[in-house]
């Protein structure tokens, strides 16, 4: 069991980023409704990636390691990268080879730790 369990603190900053997504919304820095999604999952992200420093610092016996969960950060925030580029119709012919992209570096990176070992 880890020792210092972040889910409640996750958890408030999820509610605090979906109300700054909200109030950009309110004061016309998103054009769709859709982009509050988007713009909560590329902060949510990056709060998984400073949990992931986190986690490096201070790792934990039965807890995720540093390395998964920056993995993951690094994938929700290119989720929704890709999602607000698509919902904004820019450069949308490259949003699916990006994510392609981004999801064959972390594969990668995952088969040469793998192989060090």
């Not at 972040?6 to 999820?14: E, M, N, Q, T, Y």
Request: hydrophobic residues 65%; aromatic residues 12%.
């Amino acid at each position: 069991m880890p020792k210092k369990p972040v889910a409640v603190l996750s958890l408030g900053i999820l509610v605090v980023i979906l109300a700054v997504s909200a109030a950009a919304f309110a004061a016309n820095m998103l054009v769709d409704l859709s982009e509050i999604f988007s713009l909560t999952l590329i902060l949510f992200g990056l709060w998984i990636i400073v949990l992931a420093g986190i986690r490096a610092i201070n790792p934990e016996e039965f807890g995720a390691g540093a390395f998964n969960t920056f993995s993951g950060g690094i994938l929700i925030t290119t989720l929704g990268v890709v999602w607000l580029l698509y919902v904004r119709a820019l450069f949308v012919e490259y949003l699916f080879p990006a994510l392609l992209l981004v999801i064959g570096i972390l594969v990668a990176v995952v088969g040469i730790r793998a192989w060090r070992r």
